[in-house]
């Protein structure tokens, strides 16, 4: 299903707790991005990766962190320093850079009970 | 950073007539603009994009336009369909990585 896959679809976090989002791509891109969507906002870009070992830091990476070990791969990480972290995540990939298109994944949703 | 604007958040439409959602942008060195569509419980879909050096772009129903000199660019969808309704966000890029996505437009075709 469209070649990058998002795990889980929902997620429960305690406060205080890390968790970490899943994303999975097969399409061969070199890129990979998150991004955050809340109810009337834009999508808001946390980190990206152009390639392995390598990521950069979007407009609201505090209290995230990320890893590319594999090209394939792009977990997301959403530690306790992150004040507001209900919301819906979504990964995306592109070939080399967002300028050819994004291909997304269906998301997680993220609640804090 | 840049600012990307868009509306409006709802559009509601007759089935077979025309929408037109608007978007502009801050930085004259934005470059390319894509708009993505998303059903409902769906991921966004890359619909169209256009870069800075067209100025329209249409692929069967769907067009935009870019006016570089107003740092704006539209989304027109014509005789619409009820598979039309979704949410469909603008977005705005310099580098190709770092994109800003407008807050989205509801649109909603009535059969």
């Known amino acids: 299903d469209g070649g990058i896959t998002q795990s889980p679809k929902y997620l429960f976090r305690k406060e205080g707790q890390n968790v970490t989002l899943s994303c999975e791509q097969n399409l061969n891109h070199d890129a990979m991005y998150w991004y955050r969507q809340d109810p009337g906002q834009g999508l808001r870009l946390i980190y990206y990766?152009?390639?392995?070992?390598?990521?950069q830091k979007g407009d609201i990476a505090e209290g995230y962190s990320v890893s590319r070990e594999k090209k394939e791969s792009f977990p997301l990480t959403v530690t306790s320093a992150q004040k507001n972290p209900t919301a819906f995540y979504l990964c995306a990939s592109s070939v080399f850079s967002g300028a050819d298109g994004y291909t997304f994944g269906s998301g997680t949703r993220l609640t804090v009970v | 950073g840049e600012n990307v604007e868009q509306h409006p958040s709802t559009l509601s439409v007759q089935e077979g007539d025309s929408a037109v959602i608007k978007c502009t942008y801050s930085?004259?060195?934005?470059?390319?603009f894509p708009w993505y569509k998303q059903e409902l419980g769906k991921r966004p879909q890359l619909i169209i994009d256009?870069?800075?050096?067209?100025g329209e772009k249409k692929d069967q129903r769907i067009a935009v336009t870019l006016n570089k000199t107003a740092k704006h660019f539209s989304l027109h969808i014509t005789e619409t369909q009820p598979e039309d309704s979704a949410v469909y966000f603008c977005a705005a890029s310099i580098d190709g990585n770092q994109f800003y996505f407008g807050t989205g437009t509801s649109l909603t075709v009535i059969p």
């Open positions: 930085d004259s060195a934005s470059n390319y």
């Open positions: 990766s152009q390639i392995v070992n390598d990521f």
């Open positions: 256009i870069r800075s050096n067209v």
